[in-house]
């Protein structure tokens, strides 16, 4: 799907990385290198996401999506953070951002951020089950069935699955899921996405034909739906 | 205003106390020798006025009684040093043992000046007229005089004394007060001009001026300790970062002196690695920096400990298994401390990380969540070959490394940043390094039925 995305982002080359690859995705992209201006643009075009800088002259990126909240304006804002920015992070969730990305960060993790975020209804009331191609998951019950097979996971497998099930179709990446599932906000030294998700990928698929969680090389992982 | 300087300096305040003190003994002074001026006139009245009475009644006011009288007391010459003169109507010296010129009106006179022989003084006199003549009775001032001049010189004394002290003690207060803040500014100039071990002396005394030195130097040591801490880390950075930075040179290099594709495309992937390995060594720095400034606690959350435990036990299991240790996780009783999770989760992630690279297969590693009520603290606890180093404290130290962990990956942050996270918390990271290698994070505990502030 296509969408529209604005860039305010003031550091030239950043931006014109970003764009290049949105673009190159497919995407319609406008940019724009100063928080007044980005504020402006923003409440008067209608775009389905907005890659916001933490700094910016002008405005800097928490007063823009402030300013954009209050005016009732709930376009979803993935906002881009210093190295290291904990406070940052913090500040720009509270101040209204869906989601932070801390530079640098390889393309494919933006765009696979964009894209859980574009599409997400506004206001989510999550239901108690998910059901995709076949695997069903009780919330509440905390039970797993695919295909009426009852599967017994472990909490964080759970958890895991669970997250692939509520962004169908969508390429969750690693520091997704770390943040996610684990609550990680950093990159730890051992491979706990990888070995947790072969552990669940061979729960899931015993005694079935199809690999149920799809890897993307070099991106993440994703659960299609059928 | 000259005022305002005498004030701000210390030998001007003293001085303008001396001056206050002088002006104050001059008051008492001129006061006091005014009310006993008066009091010893009037007991010298009351003399006069007595001997006046007696000398009447003893005559019965007659003149020859009168005569006989003050002739028998000049013939006496007795211990009361009055003198009488007896007028007749004419103003005839009867009977006198003073002469003199000018007889006063009845009443009190202050200044009688009066001759005896050849001698003239002055007297208090009370002039009484009888009917048959005058009879007056005088005592002499002199004595009166020199008390007098005696309070007047003891209080001329005193002033002189007061103001002697006030000046002295003023040029004395001055004069320490000086020495002891050329003292501080001897130090401070020192260390402006870049001796940074310099301190102000401090003589045990326990004055102001002791204490004071001992703030100062409390302060210096303080800030000497922050700036050897910034120097350590600078010179560590610079250093550490050397090595990856030559070899992410190296690799370019050998980019681009090759000609292949595919080995040229290895190079430049390894590159990568490095500027990757050199964007995590600086965010772990950056990270570090940010922990350990974090002043504000109203982040900090109930955090469950034990799930906390529960929930690490279960993440790393997996990876324990695949690497051939024993992994035992031992969440323990209930526990909620006051922090932040998601930094939390990065400290036992840490120890876990470097449980899992430092030891060799088959190694026991327990995860272990403890409580006595007060305090809370999650242990990582290996059965590998240890720390061989002295004080195992400085591990927590940016970019310190156990010399045989060198050749493992890892950058010597790990420890420092869970250092830091504790400390953040209100808690406490110790190294026990008996048998094998084990971390203690401890933590005050939230009390039960207590909200968190």
Redo the contacts between chains.
């Keep these: 799907m296509v969408m529209r995305i604005l860039i305010i982002e003031d550091d030239l080359e950043t931006n014109q990385f970003v764009a290049k690859g949105l673009s190159q995705a497919g995407h319609q992209v406008s940019t724009c290198a100063d928080g007044r201006d980005g504020l402006f643009q923003a409440t008067g075009g209608d775009f389905d996401a907005i890659v916001l800088d933490r700094m910016l002259p002008g405005l800097d990126g928490l007063a823009v999506v402030k300013a954009l909240r209050a005016a009732g304006d709930a376009t979803p804002v993935i906002m881009l953070t210093a190295?290291?920015?904990?406070?940052d992070r913090?500040e720009g969730l509270e101040g209204g951002a869906d989601d932070y990305l801390?530079k640098?960060f390889a393309f494919s993790e933006l765009a696979a951020r964009l894209n859980a975020l574009g599409r997400r209804p506004a206001a989510r009331v999550e239901s108690p089950t998910l059901t995709v191609s076949g695997i069903a998951l009780d919330l509440h019950r905390r039970t797993v069935e695919r295909d009426g097979r009852r599967i017994v996971l472990?909490?964080?497998e759970f958890a895991l699955l669970a997250e692939l099930m509520r962004n169908p179709g969508r390429v969750m990446t690693r520091t997704m899921l770390l943040e996610r599932v684990?609550?990680?906000?950093?990159?730890?030294?051992?491979?706990?996405v990888e070995?947790?998700l072969s552990?669940l990928r061979s729960k899931l698929n015993a005694g079935f034909e199809r690999d149920a969680i799809e890897t993307v090389r070099g991106a993440g992982y994703v659960l299609r739906a059928e | 205003m000259m005022l305002n300087r005498f004030r701000r300096s210390t030998s001007g305040l003293v001085t303008l106390v001396a001056l206050l003190l002088g002006t104050a003994t001059a008051v008492i002074g001129t006061v006091a020798y005014e009310v006993t001026h008066e009091a010893l006139e009037q007991q010298l009245d009351h003399r006069i006025e007595a001997e006046m009475r007696s000398l009447i009644a003893e005559s019965r006011g007659t003149m020859p009684g009168l005569t006989a009288a003050i002739e028998r007391r000049s013939a006496a010459q007795s211990t009361s040093s009055l003198d009488y003169i007896l007028l007749d109507r004419e103003g005839n010296a009867i009977a006198a043992t003073i002469v003199t010129d000018h007889p006063a009106a009845p009443g009190y006179e202050e200044f009688l000046h009066y001759r005896r022989g050849k001698a003239n003084g002055v007297a208090q006199a009370l002039t009484t007229s009888l009917g048959a003549g005058t009879l007056i009775v005088a005592a002499d001032r002199s004595g009166l005089d020199e008390i007098d001049r005696t309070l007047m010189q003891l209080f001329a004394g005193a002033l002189a004394v007061t103001l002697l002290m006030g000046s002295v003690s003023a040029l004395l207060v001055g004069w320490i007060t000086r020495r002891r803040l050329a003292r501080i500014d001897a130090t401070a100039k020192a260390i402006i001009a870049g001796d940074f071990t310099r301190r102000v002396p401090v003589d045990g005394s326990g004055s102001e001026f002791d204490r004071l030195a001992r703030t100062i130097n409390s302060m210096l040591e303080r800030i000497n300790t922050l700036l050897d801490n910034l120097r350590q880390v600078s010179s560590d950075v610079a250093h550490d970062l050397r090595t990856p930075l030559t070899r992410l040179y190296n690799r370019l290099d050998d980019a681009l002196s090759g000609h292949e594709a595919e080995p040229q495309r290895a190079a430049i992937e390894a590159a990568r690695s490095e500027a990757a390995e050199l964007l995590e060594i600086f965010a772990a720095l950056l990270r570090i920096a940010e922990i350990e400034g974090m002043q504000d606690r109203s982040r900090r959350q109930p955090v469950d400990l034990t799930a906390l435990v529960e929930q690490m036990g279960e993440t790393y299991a997996p990876d324990f298994e695949a690497n051939g240790h024993r992994f035992e996780v031992d969440a323990g009783p209930g526990a909620v401390i006051h922090g932040d999770q998601r930094l939390l989760n990065q400290a036992v992630a840490n120890l876990l990380d470097n449980a899992l690279r430092h030891t060799p297969a088959g190694s026991i590693v327990r995860l272990v969540g403890e409580t006595d009520g007060r305090t809370a603290s999650i242990t990582v606890r290996d059965d590998g070959p240890g720390a061989a180093v002295a004080d195992p404290s400085t591990l927590f130290r940016r970019f310190v490394r156990v010399e045989h962990a060198r050749a493992s990956p890892g950058n010597g942050l790990g420890l420092a940043l869970v250092a830091a996270i504790v400390s953040a918390m209100g808690g406490d990271a110790r190294i026990d390094s008996g048998s094998g290698f084990a971390v203690v994070l401890t933590f005050p505990t939230v009390e039960v039925g207590l909200k968190p502030a």
Excluded at chain 1, 83 to 87: F, L, R, S
């Design positions: 190295v290291g920015g904990i406070a913090v801390v640098p472990q909490p964080r684990w609550d990680f906000d950093f990159d730890p030294q051992t491979n706990i070995t947790h552990r």
